[in-house]
C-alpha cells in the first residue's frame, strides 16, 4: 500500500513557527477527510487536527488557536500551520487519510519529526 508523504519537520526554538505538508496517497483528496495526529515519546497518538471533506476543521484543545489545517484538492496535499510552538508539542507527526464513504479506505504515512526546544 503507498502511503502518504509528509514533510517539514525539524528542531526550533519555543515560539515558532514550523509547517507541515502531507502529499496524500488517495484518488481524490476531496472524498477523503484528512487529519494530523502526533505520538511523543512513551505516549500514545493522539489527534492534533482534522479537515473533513465538507471543509469543516477540528482541532485538539491544546492546539486550537496556534495550528491551522488546510488543504489543497487540487495538489492532493494537506498542511499543518504550527505557530507558537512549545516544548511540549514535541513528537512524530502522521499524516492520515480515510475516505469520507468507504471508511476502510485510508492511509497513513511514515511521519515527521518536529522537536521544541526551550
Known amino acids: 500500500q503507498v502511503q502518504n508523504v509528509e514533510s517539514g519537520g525539524g528542531l526550533v526554538h519555543a515560539g515558532e513557527s514550523l509547517r507541515l505538508s502531507c502529499v496524500a496517497s488517495?484518488?481524490?483528496?476531496?472524498?477523503?477527510?484528512m487529519a494530523w495526529y502526533r505520538q511523543a515519546p512513551g505516549k500514545q497518538r493522539e489527534l492534533v487536527a482534522m479537515?473533513?471533506?465538507?471543509?469543516?476543521?477540528n482541532y485538539a484543545d491544546s492546539t486550537k488557536g496556534r495550528f491551522t489545517i488546510s488543504r489543497d484538492n487540487a495538489k492532493k496535499t494537506v498542511y499543518l500551520q504550527m505557530n507558537s510552538l512549545k516544548p511540549e508539542d514535541t513528537a512524530v507527526y502522521f499524516c492520515?487519510?480515510?475516505?469520507?464513504?468507504?471508511?476502510?479506505?485510508?492511509?497513513w504515512g511514515q511521519g515527521t519529526r518536529v522537536t521544541v526546544s526551550e
Open positions: 492520515y487519510a480515510q475516505h469520507k464513504i468507504f471508511l476502510t479506505y485510508e492511509n
Open positions: 479537515s473533513n471533506s465538507d471543509d469543516s476543521t
Open positions: 488517495v484518488s481524490s483528496l476531496n472524498i477523503y477527510n
